[in-house]
């Protein structure tokens, strides 16, 4: 048996087995493996490629979100062959996400991986949305890279600090360009303090809808290598990382002197206080907005009922400790204290490999650097 049939087996029977009807497996099989051997590969029913899509969020080890994987929803995009179109998708889906304020979590699936190992169509974005990084210093260093592709093909940023990328769609040989619609596609948040009136003269807003749009998704050997998901924010994504990290737009050290705070003496843990205040305002200033947003207290509860569902299930959680602990108090939540087995399970999503445009899913490249980006 090929190894695409081997995936296929595995997935099938547990699609069929978790939705209690067991006996269609084989049969169904049978159809499957008539058609790899006619054509190379095969094709999901959408109930396949929706419950499948469900498993590899349910099977992402980096997730610390996963209690709601049922709730996906999956928006089937495999008729789409052109660029245009797929922009067109993926405006619609960050439309559908953003939804009235509740973030709904969705994956727009495109059309899968060709036997000859190339994708009709893919993303050169990280995310659908994202903010530009320029060479001057500005904007998001995480996105220099992109900015330089969209520039080569005539793209032009103000050289601010958060102007949108476009859309870099890879349709067969060609890139095409697409604008995001900043009033109807992006819901931006400004982020201002409780308290603390200055903290606006920082300057600082985000994006409501993270949508990953570089990995692809396997599903029972299928590979989709363009597949844009979506969930909500853990605020401490945007505050302790986005905002913090040294090499990303780095405020620290603004958002302490903003806040009267002595930096001079690093055992002051001026550092440590300008991100817990960080991380108040951006979950304040995204509720105040009714903007979906999660806390790390909150999010760690929910991944603990997460366990808990799994186990009743008879079904062991896999996970990555290095991703799922929060990187701010990780020692207040009770994933820190707990170990995790990071085996990866198929369905699942992957990372690209960036430079051929196609990603391998027989080797393990999962683990490329730790915490999440
Ligand atoms: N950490 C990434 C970011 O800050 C987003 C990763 C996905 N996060 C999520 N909550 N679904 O943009």
Known sequence: MGILQQQAEAFIHQLYREKGRPEEAVGRMREIEEEIHVSGTYTHTYEELSYGAKLAWRNSNKCIGRLFWENLH????????????????????????????KIRPAVTVFPQRKPDGTDPLFFHNHQLIRYAGYETGRGDPHSLETTRLAESFGWKGNGGDFDLLPLLIQEGEDIHVFDLDQKQDVQEIDIVHPEEEAFRKLGLKWYTVPAISDMEMNIGGIIYGAAPFNGWYMGTEIAARNFADSFRYDRLKQTAEILGMNTAKISSLW?????????????????????GIVDHHTAAEQFRLFCGKENQQGRKV???????????????????????????KTPNFFYRNRTSGTGCPFIGNQEKGLFQP
């Open 74 to 101: 999956v928006f089937d995009a495999r008729h789409i062959y052109s660029a245009e179109k797929a922009a067109e998708a993926a405006r619609r889906h960050l439309r559908f996400a953003a939804g009235e304020g």
């Open 271 to 291: 550092k440590d206080r300008a991100l817990v205040e960080l991380n108040r305002a951006v979950l304040y200033s995204f509720q105040e907005a009714g903007a």
């Open 318 to 344: 896999t996970g990555d400790w290095t991703w799922l602990i929060p990187p701010v108090s990780p020692a207040s939540v009770h994933i820190f204290h707990e170990t995790y087995d990071n085996t990866i």
